[in-house]
């Protein structure tokens, strides 16, 4: 039961209030007065009145009822010769105890009163304050819950535009989740059946199946990220690449819990990249071809004089001394020929192959513009084993870094090329040739040096085309290999140092193959100019 408040009448001024009190004395002793049984007992209506006079109005007011009805009690009844039926004492005694009392209880009561409407007012003030939260909170899940929605079609949008694909794995309940662009990776509609792991392995090339099945159940034991690229096909027979990286989460024992990821198409990314790997290629082809067609120049004129001289010749003996020239001029033709032929040839799959042989076969091609530029190259090769590769695209490798050094050498210097066996800094278990090749050039600064990679990215736009350090490193990528660079610019201590990892894991599954020599040979062509970055 709510109790009333009497702070509506607070504002009132006390003698106002004093006076309403006196009023409320004066109906009490009224009807006391009229009422004939309540002679007997003067004060049974003052009493209450006094407390709800404290109640309503305060302290002035109860105070002010008390004396009136003391008053008024004294005047009007006790005058008479009735009696209090509690005792005898003196009338005085008697009214002077019922002032004080009356006026502390009511006090009380009204304190009390007070306290127990404060304490409803907290409580009510609490629960608006809860009802206001609440609504707050329902307003900002609301509000969360729509722009949630609004980001979740965005990125289904942006999802589709790129080509990318969202998809989770829960490894404790088996449960898989895909997004719409899932599906259509491996060329099916969204929605067409439920999603599982093994459907997505299934469209997995078979040449790559094995590999990514290997490689998925090693990132699941060990990695806590992974990023691969492998093959595709459609039901009707389409291939597409596409690149898979995602996450690893693992509990209190380092178990995987659950995996998330995204898939992209990234089959134009991988077409343009093998057309501008051809590109260079090319390029790179056409400049030692210009090279070697003025180097087969000078045996064929060479051929001419001494067919000349054959002509001439006044003994059978100093003919066939003079034909024997000309023969050895030809070979050489034929060897820069043959040459040239093998550095342009396309192998269709991976040798075992001596890079000693290679890297020697290409620093002949470049000795006539070593030895006009000063330059002194040593090649160290320690307790050096045979490797899988493509011979041509090894030889590219290092046409564009010697060529590369070349260049940073306009006066002068010193190069050195070692190779010994080694281990991939990325993965230590797997062996392979460590190639590492030095050089005292100009050196490179570090934007260079963070750039070097890239793409059309040429310190000389005149001359450079920008790929050739990027086919460096997608040849050495494609090989499974890995390749650093070092530089400095420093006074009397410039330089750079390139280090080329391949790995030797083919050479198990070639075994019996005939190791073939590097296909450059060590012929004296002039090398064509080349950029040093690209």
Not at 339 to 365: A, C, N
Request: aromatic letters at 8%; proline letters at 4%; one cysteine or more.
């Amino acid at each position: 039961m709510k109790i009333p408040s009497a702070s509506s009448i607070d504002h009132l001024p006390w003698p106002f209030r004093t006076l309403l009190g006196c009023c409320t004395a004066a109906v009490s002793v009224g009807l006391t007065y009229a009422i004939a049984p309540l002679h007997a007992f003067p004060l049974l209506l003052a009493f209450p009145t006094v407390v709800l006079s404290a109640w309503f109005f305060g302290m002035a007011g109860s105070f002010g009822c008390a004396v009136l009805d003391v008053t008024l009690v004294d005047l009007l009844l006790t005058k008479t010769q009735f009696r209090f039926s509690t005792g005898f004492a003196q009338e005085e005694v008697r009214l002077s105890l019922f002032l004080v009392l009356s006026t502390l209880l009511g006090v009380l009561i009204r304190r009390w009163a007070d306290q127990r409407t404060e304490l409803n007012a907290r409580e009510l003030k609490k629960s608006l304050i809860l009802a206001q939260t609440q609504k707050q909170m329902a307003e900002e899940r609301a509000r969360a819950g729509e722009a949630l929605r609004d980001r979740d079609a965005a990125l289904r949008i942006a999802l589709r535009a790129s080509g990318m694909g969202l998809w989770s794995w829960d490894v404790v309940s088996e449960s898989v989740q895909w997004s719409d662009e899932m599906f259509r990776m491996i060329g099916y509609e969204p929605g067409e059946f439920e999603p599982r792991n093994q459907i997505w392995f299934d469209a997995i090339h078979p040449d790559d199946a094995e590999t990514m099945r290997e490689a998925f159940a090693h990132d699941l034991e060990h990695a806590d990220e992974f990023r691969r690229q492998y093959r595709i096909v459609w039901p009707d027979g389409t291939v597409r690449w596409v690149e898979s990286q995602g996450q690893c989460q693992r509990g209190k024992d380092s178990r995987a819990i659950f995996l998330m990821g995204v898939v992209t198409d990234v089959t134009h990314r991988k077409q343009a990249e093998d057309a501008m790997l051809r590109a260079e290629k090319l390029a790179v082809a056409g400049r030692l071809a210009a090279s070697v067609a003025h180097e087969i120049n000078n045996p064929l004129e060479a051929v001419t004089n001494l067919l000349y001289l054959i002509t001439m010749s006044g003994t059978a003996e100093e003919a066939r001394a003079h034909a024997r020239s000309a023969l050895d001029e030809l070979l050489r033709v034929s060897l820069i020929t043959q040459s040239t032929l093998k550095f342009h040839r396309e192998q269709g799959t991976p040798k075992i192959t001596m890079l000693s042989e290679v890297v020697d076969g290409v620093i002949g091609m470049f000795r006539p513009r070593l030895t006009v530029s000063g330059i002194t190259v040593d090649v160290l090769a320690t307790n050096e084993i045979a490797i899988a590769c493509m011979p041509s695209e090894a030889q590219q490798i290092f046409a564009n870094l010697i060529a590369n050094s070349i260049e940073a050498m306009p006066q002068g210097g010193k190069m050195v090329i070692r190779l010994r066996p080694s281990r991939d800094w990325r993965e230590w278990s797997v062996e392979g040739i460590r190639v590492t090749l030095c050089d005292s050039g100009v050196g490179m600064d570090r934007a260079t040096m963070r750039r070097i990679f890239e793409p059309f990215f040429t310190t000389k736009a005149e001359t450079g085309t920008g790929l050739g350090m990027w086919v460096v490193a997608q040849l050495v990528e494609r090989h499974g290999g890995n390749v650093r660079v070092w530089s400095r610019q420093r006074y009397g201590a410039s330089g750079t140092v390139f280090s080329i990892f391949l790995p030797t894991a083919l050479v198990s599954a070639m075994e019996g193959v005939e190791v073939e020599p590097a296909a450059v040979q060590a012929v004296p062509v002039e090398a064509p100019a080349v950029n040093s970055i690209g």
